[in-house]
């Protein structure tokens, strides 16, 4: 059994491990955890600095912090590989500016649940979702 220091240090070691391959850190990414049954669900949630938006990036499920932690930096080691990059453009109520949003995903229905995670659907309208070509 590892002790609660042990088990913060790698939780520590392995967010960062995260934020530096994405390229991302403290502000644009945070790592949201919710017990689930006996599990630990881990949603990472990006948030655009420019119109502060908040997306989900990706979620996994691990039997505690440190297992799910572990699913999701294997998962982002090779999303890119396993999934297709989509455009959404998209506008939230009572703006005027139409923005322009990128997600990797397994199809447009997962790449519109990231658009949608955690608001009310009615919040945003949705003006197009390309699934752009891979090089």
Same mark, same amino acid.
């Given at each position: 059994? #590892?002790?609660?220091? %042990?088990?913060?240090? %790698?939780?520590?070691?392995? /967010?960062? /491990?995260? %934020?530096?391959?994405?390229?991302?850190?403290?502000?644009?990414? +945070? =790592? #949201?955890? @919710?017990?689930?049954?006996? !599990?630990?669900?881990?949603? +990472?949630?990006?948030?655009?600095?420019?119109?502060? /938006?908040?997306? +989900? =990036?990706?979620?996994?499920?691990?039997?505690? @912090?440190?297992?799910?932690? @572990? !699913?999701?930096?294997?998962?982002?080691?090779?999303?890119?590989? !396993?999934?297709?990059?989509? $455009?959404?453009?998209?506008? *939230?109520?009572?703006?005027?500016?139409?923005? $322009?949003?990128?997600? &990797?995903?397994?199809?447009?229905?997962? *790449?519109?649940?990231?658009?949608?995670?955690? &608001?009310?659907?009615? $919040?945003?309208?949705?003006?197009?979702?390309?699934?752009?070509?891979?090089?």
């Amino acid at each position: 059994m #590892e002790s609660t220091t %042990e088990v913060h240090v %790698e939780s520590a070691r392995i /967010q960062k /491990q995260i %934020e530096n391959h994405l390229g991302l850190s403290g502000d644009s990414l +945070l =790592f #949201e955890f @919710r017990k689930l049954d006996n !599990k630990v669900r881990l949603d +990472l949630i990006t948030v655009n600095p420019r119109h502060l /938006q908040s997306f +989900l =990036f990706h979620t996994e499920v691990g039997y505690d @912090r440190v297992d799910a932690l @572990r !699913k999701m930096w294997d998962y982002v080691q090779s999303y890119k590989e !396993k999934e297709s990059p989509y $455009t959404v453009q998209w506008m *939230a109520r009572g703006d005027k500016e139409l923005n $322009t949003s990128y997600f &990797r995903a397994r199809n447009m229905y997962e *790449a519109l649940d990231k658009l949608y995670f955690g &608001r009310d659907m009615n $919040t945003i309208t949705v003006f197009s979702v390309v699934l752009n070509p891979v090089s």
